[in-house]
């Protein structure tokens, strides 16, 4: 494994166009919203369910409304069958579904996108995690795979909406494994109008899944669907 200041030769760097997707979490908002992106980019993409009946209908719908083909299976099929894996499911079951998997994902390449986040009367609130922040709890389970965090805080609304041909969106990046984080700042490249930025190590984590507590209270104050630029990059 490599840290964030040596890189290995570019001709023995994997290319995100060689890689084989699978989205667990994949008939949510955001899982379907990413499926949708990254299948019109070109990708090959598995969606993942806790039900391959679920994920293969969810596949389904988006294969007929993109003509392309998407394929559904249950998360565990789906994560066997992936080169790079995102994480979109809920907090609440996070942590069962990563130690479940953990043999299936060792050696790949698992990007969390989970937010952890409370909502009462006052609105949206980051949850203490005990590991630091859900990434770094992945990275704690699944101690053989490369984790990296990633799409925390890119608008599920705008995603899905095939009327948007771009989303303009910056994705910070985290980890502490080069190539691993250069592979997916390519997969964030791969949607019109999104940019993969290096955002730091998995032990800066925590701000960017709590930054969407306010990226959410913009929505609501302002009735948009906020992102995220970096500037001077």
Request: proline share 4%.
């Amino acid at each position: 494994m490599t840290d964030d200041t040596t890189m290995p030769a570019e001709s023995t760097a994997p290319r995100i166009g060689d890689q084989t997707i699978a989205v667990l979490g994949g008939t949510g908002p955001q899982g379907r919203g990413l499926t949708r992106r990254f299948a019109t980019a070109g990708l090959t993409v598995v969606l993942g369910s806790r039900t391959a009946d679920k994920a293969e209908a969810t596949a389904a719908e988006l294969s007929s409304a993109l003509g392309i083909p998407v394929s559904g299976a249950s998360n565990a099929d789906a994560a066997a069958a992936a080169d790079v894996v995102l994480v979109v499911v809920p907090w609440d079951g996070h942590r069962e579904l990563l130690e479940s998997l953990r043999d299936t994902l060792a050696g790949k390449v698992v990007v969390d996108c989970v937010n952890p986040l409370g909502f009462d009367k006052q609105g949206p609130y980051a949850l203490q995690v005990e590991e630091g922040s859900a990434t770094q709890q992945a990275a704690a389970i699944l101690t053989e795979s490369r984790v990296v965090g990633a799409f925390h805080n890119v608008s599920a609304v705008l995603l899905e909406d095939p009327a948007v041909e771009r989303v303009e969106t910056d994705v910070l990046v985290l980890g502490d494994d080069r190539e691993a984080t250069t592979l997916v700042q390519e997969l964030a490249d791969v949607v019109p109008g999104m940019r993969g930025v290096y955002g730091g190590r998995l032990r800066n984590a925590h701000q960017v899944e709590a930054l969407t507590a306010n990226l959410i209270a913009i929505n609501r104050r302002y009735k948009c669907h906020a992102g995220l630029r970096v500037t001077d990059v």
